[in-house]
């Protein structure tokens, strides 16, 4: 681990941004699983760190101990599947120890990370909390690893899914079963590879993932 000092100004400057989709405050590391789905969901986005020894307010309460650097790399190595190479860097401020840790977009994805039931499960970041992935992120994670061919023409259940979408705006995984007949897993793969060939996006709101026409 490298023990950096950038000035104080700069974990100031972090701090006055406020926890975001690239920033999370931890004011402790008491449990590696936790710390483990924050590594997968910012791994799974755009990458991201955590401030740690920064509560949810912003006030800066400082690390109790070294355990909690172990705990984060236990973390990344244990509990994450692929490990998650991470950076972690101590500033010294207000006579109080801030660990921030760097977490990288994942070029190996996705990434998982071990629960309580010893299950493995991928997140994402959205806004400032960690999202358990839908099996349309899942598959099309797939997509992005797999070559990707020539799209020519819609089947009839694709066509029905654009032009409800034209009429309708958004539609749910369930609705979209509903609608087409279509078998889960299948429906779950036209959604995927629509989203993969730029044709929908995905949303999440009120707890739910919609899948709408791109603008």
């Not at 100004?9 to 701090?15: K, N, Q, R, V």
């Not at 406020?18 to 799974?44: M, P, V, Y």
């Not at 020894?53 to 984060?72: L, P, Q, T």
């Amino acid at each position: 681990m490298n023990r950096l000092h950038k000035g104080h100004h700069y974990i100031y400057d972090l701090i006055c941004q406020g926890e975001h989709q690239q920033q999370d405050f931890k004011f402790e590391i008491s449990d590696a699983r936790k710390i483990a789905k924050s590594l997968s969901a910012f791994s799974n986005t755009e990458g991201g760190r955590l401030l740690v020894g920064v509560k949810d307010n912003g006030k800066i309460a400082g690390v109790r101990s070294e355990e909690e650097i172990y705990m984060i790399e236990a973390a990344a190595r244990l509990y994450s599947k692929p490990v998650i190479d991470c950076e972690m860097h101590t500033h010294e401020i207000e006579g109080r120890t801030v660990l921030e840790v760097i977490i990288p977009k994942g070029e190996q994805g996705p990434y998982y990370a071990k629960d309580e039931d010893n299950h493995y499960r991928a997140y994402i970041r959205i806004k400032d909390e960690n999202i358990l992935a839908s099996p349309v992120h899942l598959r099309l994670w797939q997509y992005k690893h797999a070559r990707k061919g020539a799209f020519v023409r819609y089947s009839i259940h694709e066509q029905q899914l654009l032009d409800y979408l034209n009429t309708n705006g958004k539609i749910t995984l369930s609705q979209y079963c509903k609608l087409s007949g279509l078998p889960r897993p299948r429906a779950i793969n036209t959604l995927a590879k629509f989203i993969a060939f730029d044709l929908i996006e995905v949303v999440y709101s009120e707890k739910t993932f919609f899948f709408l026409s791109k603008p």
